[in-house]
């Protein structure tokens, strides 16, 4: 079994439960993701959802479209076509020749950073595997100076050292644990 498909089944899982949870009374808060309110935040994630299941099946760039609340059906479609073996070999001409398999890392940062962004916005625990902590933080130490290029991630936050991996994880990503609404 792909690790990395593994970990996608979980932070789509947790992800899908934690939008789910969030009242209509909560989708104008604001997010550390600082574009974007929570309803924003959550159309972000359908879009990537539809743009990773489209990119791993050798599909075109998908452009963004406005929230329709549909992220758990989104997200399971996406895992269907990550499901299939051909999905992680070669790469994708819609986002500029990226390797399948970064883009399956780049999927599994966007739902584990987003699923936290949302999850501080609205008060609620956002709990990581320390595998998929692991695998993000190597992901993000390889890949953060040409997503910041990119506008993928915000400037790197200070982290100490010795702090949680997955607070390293957002540091590099562009994130402040520590945030607060």
Known sequence: MNETLTM????????????????????????????YDVKGLINHLEWGATLFESIADDGEFTPPKEYTGDFRE??????????????????????????????ANMALTDLVGHGWDLARATGKDYEVEEPTVQALLAFAAQTAARGREKGAFGEEVAVPEDA?????????????????P
Not at 74 to 102: C, D, I, N, Y
């Open 8 to 35: 996608l089944r979980g932070a789509a899982d947790r992800t899908s439960a934690l939008v789910e949870s969030i009242g209509d009374d909560q989708l104008g808060l604001h997010t550390p993701c600082t574009e």
């Open 74 to 103: 989104r997200v399971e479609r996406m895992l269907a076509v990550w499901e299939r073996p051909e999905s992680w070999e070669g790469v994708s001409q819609a986002l500029g020749g990226l390797p399948k398999v970064v883009l």
């Open 164 to 180: 949680p991996a997955l607070d390293r994880f957002l540091g590099l990503i562009g994130r402040d644990p520590a945030w607060k």
